[in-house]
Structure formats: C-alpha cells, structure tokens
C-alpha cells in the first residue's frame, strides 16, 4: 500500500516547455487535489476532482491544466511553462466524506519544479 | 483575503514544555478544522481535527481547543518532544469538496 504517489520528484524546466505531474493513490479515494506550496505562502488549491472523468478549478488554476481519466490517476500540466510556477506541488486524496468536510487529506511526497 | 491565519512564523520551545500554535480565521462558513504537520522535503500529515460543533478535541498528546466567538483555535503539545519539530499548518474546511484553506504555517522548533 503506497498511498499517494507523485512523479517526477524533482524537475527543472525551461520557461515556455510543458510537462505533465502524475499522481496516483492506491486507497480507491474519491477525491484528489493538487496543491502548490511557495515560501511563506502556505499551500493552494489548483485544481481538484470528485470522481473520475470530473475536474474543477481552485484558488490558483491559471497556467494549468488537469485531468483525471482513470480514478486512481491525477495528472496536473503546465502547456508553457514560466517562472511564476517554480514551487513544490503536492497531490492529495480522501475518501468520499459521510459527513462533507469530515474527510481528511493524504498528501503525496511532493515534486519540486524550477522553471528558469 | 487571507481566511486562515498563522501569525507566528516560527516557535521554540524547550523539550518536555508545552507547545502552543495559534491559527485565527475569518471564514464563519468553516466547518471543520484540521491541523496538518510537515517535515521537510515531505508532503503534510494529518494531525487532528476538530468540527465547529465541538470546543476541545484530544489525542494523546495533541489537543485542539476552538473559540468560535474568536474563531480561533490553537494546537496544544504536551510534552514536546523533539520529534515535533516541524512546521504545523492549520486548515479550515468548509464543508464542500473544494479541498481545504490553509494558513501559512507555523515552524516549531523543540530545543533539547
């Protein structure tokens, strides 16, 4: 049981590439987020999904794009890539709450992108 | 409109003392409230929660306590052990599926 897993776990871009960050979870949860973590900015919500085939958008979805075609799977894309998006990302699930708000969120490891 | 708040960027505290983080917010639509620990070069765990129907939550040596005339509550450690030195985020949830809001963080640092 491997819980939330991200990849890469590091990478460094070139202002104007894409990339993909995948995320899988093992625990058949309903939900996933993807989350970006700056420097004396706590984390934000990019995007989430509450099933599979479903996705919205967070505090901070510009610049990105996700999509969840399989339920264990999440993947976040950045189609051109720029410096404001250097920051360490984190992927989260959770069950399917019996009471809304009661679910607690297992976060991946983390990737860390640079994009110079 | 930052909604969750974490005034103190950094707390030391000796070992076996009692450590205290404080988070304020402004959402009254908030729920629930979780409190998450993070070591470096990890992701967050899960700590403990607590829900606005509740004023005091405990585990072990982890107690929440929330003021919701204040709507603030804070993350009571006894006793500090070095293992907790970590940053600890606090987060509200409001009840949909939207994820959660996090305040910045607090770094606590457990002196030997």
């Known amino acids: 049981n491997a819980g939330v897993t991200q990849t890469p776990k590091f990478r460094v871009l070139k202002t104007g590439q894409s990339m993909t960050l995948l995320c899988a979870q093992d625990?058949?949860?309903?939900?996933m987020y993807w989350y970006r973590q700056d420097p004396g900015m706590g984390l934000r919500l990019i995007h989430y999904?509450?099933?599979?085939?479903?996705?919205a958008k967070g505090e901070v979805p510009d610049g990105y794009n996700v999509s969840r075609l399989k339920k264990q799977n999440f993947l976040l894309g950045l189609e051109s890539a720029a410096p404001s998006q250097t920051s360490v990302y984190f992927c989260?699930?959770?069950?399917?709450?019996?009471?809304?708000?009661?679910?607690?969120?297992?976060f991946g490891p983390g990737t860390r992108l640079t994009v110079l | 409109d930052q909604q969750v708040k974490q005034n103190s960027p950094s707390l030391s505290v000796q070992e076996g003392r009692i450590s205290i983080l404080n988070c304020d917010y402004t959402?009254?639509?908030?729920?629930?409230f979780l409190w998450y620990k993070k070591y470096p070069a990890e992701g967050p765990t899960f700590l403990i929660s607590?829900?606005?129907?509740?004023d005091k939550n405990e585990d072990g040596r982890f107690t929440v306590f929330l003021n919701k005339s204040a709507k603030h509550l804070s993350l009571h450690i006894v006793p500090s052990q070095p293992g907790d030195s970590a940053v600890y985020f606090c987060?509200?949830?409001?009840?949909?599926?939207?994820?959660?809001?996090f305040g910045k963080g607090t770094h606590l640092i457990i002196q030997p």
């Open positions: 989260a699930s959770s069950y399917f709450p019996a009471v809304p708000g009661t679910d607690t969120q297992y």
């Open positions: 625990m058949n949860h309903e939900y």
């Open positions: 999904s509450v099933g599979e085939g479903t996705t």
């Open positions: 959402n009254s639509m908030f729920d629930y």
């Open positions: 607590i829900s606005s129907i509740k």
């Open positions: 987060a509200g949830s409001g009840g949909g599926a939207d994820g959660l809001t």
